[in-house]
């Protein structure tokens, strides 16, 4: 494959940089309240452990309910409004928010704006419609840019949620959500381009006969992973390494940046095999070498850096591929509600992994034991991983 056949298209540039802009904004808002929500819930009136938690989790809540339907709607109606009334909806989920001190009953008017937010669930129709504007042969550069974004709005949370709250409030983080969504309104409105035709409006029929499970099953595990290994590695951080929560930082920025280099190379690779599934084999088989390295390793902070090196090389390959691969199996028709099913995978897997992580952080044998226990889901993934065409 020449290198003219690998590089993005000038309109193809422009849907994956406005788009990552969208996603860039909405995460910033989305992470920018869990270095501070627990903290911020549990001083309001009326606090309690249930009222507090669903002040963080009423979020994923109805993400997972909703990301299914609203992705067969965006197959059916378009993408550019499903992505829009989304967005619009987290603008007013922040401002209620905000509004939330001025309440009579402050943390529920907190959990209902949380819920409202969640509502906008625009993750699968924006990796679809990223799919819809890039060629099969680059999506996965496409989709890497992406990945990319979300993991440096990350790193950016970490550092400035918390300076922003000791400045503006929670409340004041609220309102800057709402700001950021309107910005993703007006770069949706000016910047993304347009698909000639929906799926459904040409009449396209676009199967590949490949079963979808193996990609739904697959983004499962990965955040089952990556949620269960952050529990254990702030743990071992703080507890083990004696490096104080404000500190983290520092071991998490260079690991990642460090990582994007291997990452870049594994999706080069991809775009350039004959047989690019089994490059995402190596991708988990680097998972499972890492988490194994993390349960022998985890006691000095080279180590445990490495092994989190490691990791986030196979975390940003196969979170950039896993959504590239399964927007060409499912095809254009049935894309939008593929990449429904592919994020109530994600938010499941990110529940099922936080609870296996705290089951397995409480047993006798700590964090050995859980990240050997991440390890063994790892390699049980890779053996599962068998993708196949449909009778």
């Known amino acids: 494959m020449s290198s003219t056949a690998l590089s993005l298209l000038p309109a193809e540039r422009r849907a994956v940089l406005a788009l990552g802009t969208i996603y860039a904004t909405r995460m910033l808002a989305l992470f920018g309240v869990l270095p501070v929500m627990v903290l911020y819930a549990s001083g309001l009136p009326g606090a309690t452990p249930l009222g507090i938690g669903l002040a963080l989790g009423a979020y994923g809540l109805t993400q997972a309910l909703l990301q299914i339907p609203v992705g067969r709607w965006s197959d059916r109606i378009g993408r550019h409004p499903v992505i829009a009334l989304g967005l619009g909806l987290f603008a007013i989920g922040s401002v209620v928010g905000a509004l939330a001190p001025h309440s009579r009953y402050p943390l529920w008017w907190v959990i209902a704006g949380r819920a409202i937010q969640g509502a906008g669930a625009i993750s699968g129709p924006t990796t679809a419609l990223l799919a819809d504007l890039t060629r099969t042969e680059v999506r996965t550069r496409a989709m890497a840019f992406i ?10 949370s970490l550092l400035g949620a918390p300076v922003l709250a000791a400045h503006v409030g929670v409340p004041g983080l609220f309102w800057g959500m709402a700001l950021l969504a309107v910005i993703g309104l007006l770069v949706l409105h000016f910047f993304v381009p347009r698909p000639v035709q929906t799926p459904r409006q040409a009449g396209v029929a ?14 499962f595990c990965l955040h089952a992973i990556l949620t269960a290994t952050f529990v254990g590695v702030p743990l071992a951080l703080r507890d083990l390494l004696a490096l104080p929560q404000a500190s983290h930082w520092q071991v998490y920025l260079p690991v990642f940046l460090l990582s994007l280099l291997g990452t870049g190379g594994l999706v080069l690779w991809a775009e350039r095999a004959r047989h690019p599934d ?26 445990l850096g490495a092994g989190l090196s490691l990791f986030f090389v196979a975390f940003n390959f196969l979170e950039a591929r896993l959504p590239a691969r399964l927007s060409q199996a499912a095809g254009p028709a049935r894309r939008g509600q593929a990449m429904g099913v592919f994020a109530t995978s994600q938010f499941l897997g990110a529940f099922a992994g936080g609870t296996l992580g705290g089951v397995l952080s409480g047993t006798r044998f700590g964090l050995s034991g859980l990240f050997a226990g991440v390890c063994l889901l790892a390699l049980a993934w890779l053996l599962a991983f068998r993708p196949k065409k449909s009778a």
């Open 278 to 303: 089994g490059v995402m084999r190596y991708g988990i088989a680097l998972l499972v070498f890492a988490q194994g390295g993390m349960a022998l390793f985890h006691g000095t902070v080279w180590a």
């Open 147 to 156: 990945g990319i974004s979300i993991g440096l709005c990350f790193i950016v």
């Open 206 to 219: 676009e199967e590949t006969g490949e079963l979808l499970w193996p990609w739904h099953l697959s983004m």
